[in-house]
């Protein structure tokens, strides 16, 4: 079946603008993660959703970072007022449940700001 | 606050070799421990995992055993082939936080025929 799926799978912006980065989950998964790759690290946690509501966001690391998945399956992460460090891999990932079942990941958006 | 460190990399290795990649981590409590990895073009994948003292865990040839005493999830494959060359991370959760990961650095493998 599908995975998870994540467009666009690049994006150059410049700094200030505002971009949506749009995550599909794998059809069925209640759990949804956002996670941040810089270059040559390992992905950090941004936020976690179980159905429509954001159970944990304590990774977004300012309020120009927002996410929203207003039906229990798609979800958006949107970035305001972009700076170059924002730029990365930008991760979504699902699973059935919360606890214990095992993360799928997209393969990324890479976001550039100029 | 929870960290895992992981060896740097690359990691080198002709086929057939012995396999290890060393982590350690810091977390309060009884975190659950992770391998994924990457392989090239693809998204990241779970590779085993362990929820407890003392468990092993294995998967395509690869077992990590959780060692609390020395708070370690070391990597280890007994023969490497060329098409395990990939990134590999360690990564924790605290105890009943599901899926919310803390990932080390990554560590590239590379192996040659």
């Not at chain 1, 059809?27 to 159905?51: C, D, K, M, N, V």
């Amino acid at each position: 079946g599908a995975g998870v799926s994540q467009t666009p799978s690049n994006k150059v912006t410049e700094k200030g603008k505002y971009v949506e980065l749009r995550c599909d989950p794998i059809s069925g998964h209640t759990a949804l993660y956002w996670y941040r790759q810089s270059l040559g690290q390992g992905p950090e946690f941004l936020i976690y959703f179980q159905g429509t509501g954001a159970a944990d966001d304590s990774g977004l690391p300012n309020d120009r970072f927002f996410a929203v998945r207003p039906e229990g399956s798609v979800s958006t992460l949107k970035i305001q007022r972009t700076e170059r460090g924002d730029s990365a891999v930008y991760l979504c990932a699902s699973s059935e449940g919360a606890t214990g079942s095992p993360l799928h990941f997209g393969n990324g958006t890479r976001l550039t700001v100029t | 606050g929870d960290s895992v460190t992981q060896m740097e990399g690359p990691v080198t290795l002709s086929e057939e070799a012995f396999l290890t990649i060393n982590c350690t981590y810091t977390a309060t409590g009884y975190p659950s421990l992770f391998w994924y990895v990457q392989y090239p073009g693809e998204g990241l994948q779970l590779l085993l995992k362990a929820t407890k003292a003392d468990d092993k865990g294995s998967n395509k040839g690869f077992e990590a055993t959780y060692r609390k005493e020395t708070t370690s999830f070391h990597l280890e494959k007994g023969s490497v082939q060329v098409s395990d060359s990939a990134v590999y991370f360690c990564a924790l959760s605290p105890y009943n936080a599901g899926n919310m990961l803390t990932f080390g650095g990554g560590t590239r493998l590379m192996v040659k025929p």
